[in-house]
């Protein structure tokens, strides 16, 4: 109720903006300024199901050989004499996808409800240096591009944006010279129920807290971080610049509860007690003789899995189908478990390589290429080749290849062996 009450308030706000700036009559009218954008897209995704998986044997999940999306995203953007900025992010989604192990042949998903990935207004003092911020928004810190160590309100890694929509929060920054000083606060049981939350949920039963500090000097940046949602977490990190083209940095966080987000039920693994660290070593080159920048980075995480980790999980599985089998239970626990695991989160060690072009291509073409390794045995490959074309469209092709030798570690309990995407999409934007 509230949410929609505040996508309410947000559309009347919307519109009085218009109105306002509409009127050549209004000399506040010359004050604002407007942008409003749209992005259409269309995707269709094949996917290689592992049926060997410890979470899916057999597909019982029933995850498609094929998946095509119809997206929608609008973004608006309206400032009032560079003090107030509004902006309101969000998309809808109609999927439609099949496979062998779906005997109910073709299925399909979605609507037109709006889902809010960003309701955020800002009000900025220049003269004290001070900004005031409100709403929904995703908070980001850190150099790192591969594993973020820092990014405490980011759910997922920065190259897969899956569960990163936002948290309803209220923020106070203060920047003096060349330093900024933040503080970000959400009450426990917030009154907002997010929208990608499942029916049910009341928001975080702890209050968050977030504090962060940063100082710049030249090619040089230095950041330091406190946040509280049930535990209590340190981070710092560092970015600088040895040449043109190479820029160390490093990402490390202490905490007095894991930093793995919880996966597995209790009953099967129970969570490491005492403190855990975090820290993630990488640089980035762009050598002036190539259009071509490489990241490279290591990921240490002292509360990741190991074998012991992944054994006991499934050790715990396996007990569920002795006979006679609790096939509720078990199918119950299962899609629980299969749900929150923490891609690209768990292992102990982590390597990857990122490869992407510095600049467009015959200015039309962008590629990437990422090759991750995720001890003990776990190879993930991908690629992506995009063309823009007549200023708006953008085409691209996009494949992974994941492997895991010995089936051990976190690869092992993907669902997917390769996938294989096509995409386009529409942009279209309009300033005032």
């Known amino acids: 109720m509230f949410a929609e009450r505040i996508r309410a308030a947000l559309v009347c706000a919307a519109i009085a903006f218009i109105a306002q700036g509409a009127s050549p009559e209004s000399g506040a009218s010359r004050d604002i300024t407007q942008e409003l954008g749209l992005i259409v897209s269309q995707d269709a995704d094949l996917h290689g199901i592992r049926t060997d998986n410890p979470l899916n044997g057999d597909n019982w999940q029933g995850k498609p050989d094929w998946e095509a999306t119809m997206a929608a995203e609008l973004d608006w953007y309206a400032g009032y004499a560079n003090r107030i900025q509004l902006s309101v992010n969000g998309d809808m989604e109609w999927r439609e996808w099949s496979g062998e192990y779906r005997g109910d042949g073709r299925e399909s998903r979605g609507g037109t409800d709006l889902f809010l990935d960003e309701a955020l207004i800002c009000v900025d003092l220049h003269e004290w240096g001070l900004r005031l911020t409100s709403g929904k928004t995703t908070i980001r810190q850190g150099p790192t591009v591969l594993f973020p160590v820092v ?29 900024v000083i933040e503080a970000w606060i ?20 702890d209050p968050m807290v977030l504090a962060h500090a940063a100082f ?71 050598p002036s003789f190539a259009g071509v920048t490489a990241y490279v980075e290591y990921r240490y995480r002292s509360s990741g899995y190991g074998d012991g980790e992944w054994d006991e999980i499934r050790d715990g599985l396996e007990g569920l189908m002795s006979p006679p089998p609790d096939y509720p239970l078990y199918y119950r626990s299962c899609g629980s478990i299969a749900s929150s695991l923490p891609y690209f989160d768990t292992p102990t060690h982590s390597f990857g390589l990122r490869l992407q072009n510095s600049r467009p291509i015959a200015d039309a073409l962008d590629c990437y290429v990422n090759a991750f390794f995720l001890a003990p045995d776990g190879l993930y490959l991908s690629g992506e080749l995009s063309l823009s074309a ?38 279209v934007r309009a300033y005032e």
């Open 186 to 205: 959400s009450p426990a049981n917030s009154w907002f129920r997010d929208d990608y939350d499942p029916p049910g949920a009341d928001g975080d039963e």
């Open 390 to 427: 007549i200023d708006r469209l953008r085409v691209s092709i996009g494949a992974t290849a994941l492997m895991s030798l010995e089936d051990r570690g976190e690869v092992a309990w993907w669902n997917d062996a390769w996938s294989v995407r096509l995409a386009a999409s529409w942009t």
């Open 151 to 179: 990014d405490f309100l980011v759910k997922d890694t920065k190259l897969n944006d899956g569960q990163n929509h936002g948290a309803w929060t209220t923020g106070l920054s203060l920047a003096a010279g060349h330093a």
């Open 216 to 286: 710049e000097s030249g090619v040089h940046r230095l950041g330091a971080l406190y946040y509280h949602n049930g535990a209590n977490s340190v981070g710092c990190y560092y970015s600088g610049q040895i040449s043109d083209g190479l820029i160390p940095y490093a990402e490390a966080a202490v905490s007095d509860g894991p930093l793995v987000r919880p996966f597995a039920n209790e009953w099967l693994r129970s969570a490491p007690d005492g403190w855990s660290l975090d820290a993630t070593f990488g640089a980035s080159w762009a």
